[in-house]
């Protein structure tokens, strides 16, 4: 069938009714919420005094003078939101996958695209929240950017999100054991946040070692990382946005492939039976 049999009404349904899903099972899990926010706020309230001495910013991009750490590191951290997100609603898809809702789902007349796409969104909108959230408590610790940045952000948020929840995406469809899941996360999630610019600029890892600097550059959750920092104090990083927009398509490009029942994790698994 094809996409355009389908009325607005229903293709709005099916997305509303994934969304309501993604939701429902956030509020039932009011530990995830605050696990989400205990994370940076751990960094921010602990960490960040304690390297405030050591690890002081010179001016760089896109400050406009010298700032604390505890300001350098907040993009980094709402990016940190973001990532364990995107992996914790990766999660629910093996964890699907092996109830068998997974497959009722793909068996939708909708096309996989939109799907996996709507379920995407769903997480995206819930990271917003947490992102917000945290912003809101940083606010009172003295972390405050321009008003208009909290509003230029959200397009950064919903790119980077999505990037990072496409990635997840991608990782849940070669994964076929929840226990498995579990154990690569912790694989993915620790080196992508420290191998990146979100706790130190690049030009200081430069200084300890070139080959560092050089796979902080190349990891994309860095340029998710810049491309919030700048959003957030009104500029474009035009670099981290190409890279971010590439990255979102390419992952989700795999992961719509991987869910295909023709071609990716399905088919492999009748071509076993």
Aim: charged content about 10%; glycine content about 6%.
């Amino acid at each position: 069938m094809s996409d355009i049999a389908f009325p607005f009404r229903a293709w709005a349904t099916a997305f509303a009714g994934i969304a309501r899903r993604e939701t429902l099972r956030f509020v039932n899990q009011r530990g995830r919420f605050l696990a989400a926010l205990v994370r940076p706020l751990v960094w921010l309230f602990i960490f960040a005094a304690g390297f405030r001495a050591v690890l002081g910013m010179s001016i760089t991009p896109p400050y406009q003078t010298y700032v604390l750490y505890e300001v350098y590191v907040t993009p980094g951290l709402c990016a940190m939101i973001q990532l364990f997100n995107g992996m914790q609603s990766s999660l629910s898809m093996v964890y699907d996958r092996e109830t068998g809702a997974m497959r009722t789902l793909l068996v939708s007349p909708f096309p996989r695209w939109f799907l996996l796409g709507s379920k995407l969104i769903a997480g995206v909108i819930v990271s917003i929240i947490q992102v917000y959230t945290f912003l809101a408590i940083a606010w009172f610790w003295d972390i405050r950017p321009p008003v208009w940045g909290y509003v230029a952000l959200l397009p950064a948020l919903v790119l980077a999100g999505l990037m990072l929840g496409a990635m997840g995406l991608f990782l849940s469809s070669a994964i076929r054991q929840l226990e498995n899941f579990a154990g690569v996360m912790n694989f993915v999630i620790f080196p992508m946040f420290f191998a990146s610019s979100a706790l130190y600029p690049l030009w200081r890892m430069r200084e300890s070692s070139v080959l560092l600097h050089d796979i902080c550059a190349l990891n994309p959750f860095t340029h998710a990382v810049e491309l919030i920092r700048f959003a957030l104090y009104l500029q474009v990083n035009w670099l981290s946005l190409a890279v971010v927009l590439g990255c979102l398509a390419g992952f989700f490009g795999a992961a719509v492939f991987m869910y295909d029942p023709a071609k990716g994790i399905w088919a492999s698994r009748k071509g076993r039976a």
